[in-house]
């Protein structure tokens, strides 16, 4: 059974920047799918950015695009995610997800429900 483990999170100032990492243990397939959600106070889970099973294509939602990377290791296993100008509307616990991927290792998924495992979440503070 695969465990997802993230590292980083905590406080940071607005226009600063913080890396957020994420492994799988345990794991079964040889490829991954990844992405990162967030859930603020008082609102719904949202979708931050995803990663392909081949790691080669990425999407980021609006809100983070220019400002957050996404990236991982070969083939999935390790996820990566750079936040930079970071902002107060930002803080959240941030979760990371995956999917074992045996096909379609160039697509990446949006929606919660298509992930198969998750993180334990760590928290994001910035604060103005």
């Known amino acids: 059974q695969e465990r997802l483990v993230e590292s980083g999170g905590g406080l940071v100032q607005v226009g600063g920047s913080m890396r957020l990492s994420c492994s799988i243990s345990?794991?079964?397939?040889?490829?991954?799918?990844m992405a990162w959600f967030r859930r603020a106070p008082g609102k719904e889970r949202e979708f931050v950015a995803g990663i392909s099973g081949s790691g080669v294509n990425t999407f980021h939602a609006r809100s983070v695009k220019g400002r957050f990377t996404i990236s991982t290791d070969n083939a999935g296993g390790t996820v990566s995610l750079q936040m930079n100008s970071l902002k107060p509307e930002d803080t959240a616990i941030y979760y990371c997800a995956a999917k074992g991927v045996r096909y379609y290792l160039g697509s990446y998924y949006v929606t919660g429900d298509e992930y198969d495992h998750w993180g334990q979440g760590t928290p994001v503070t910035v604060s103005s």
């Open positions: 345990g794991r079964t397939f040889s490829n991954y799918a």
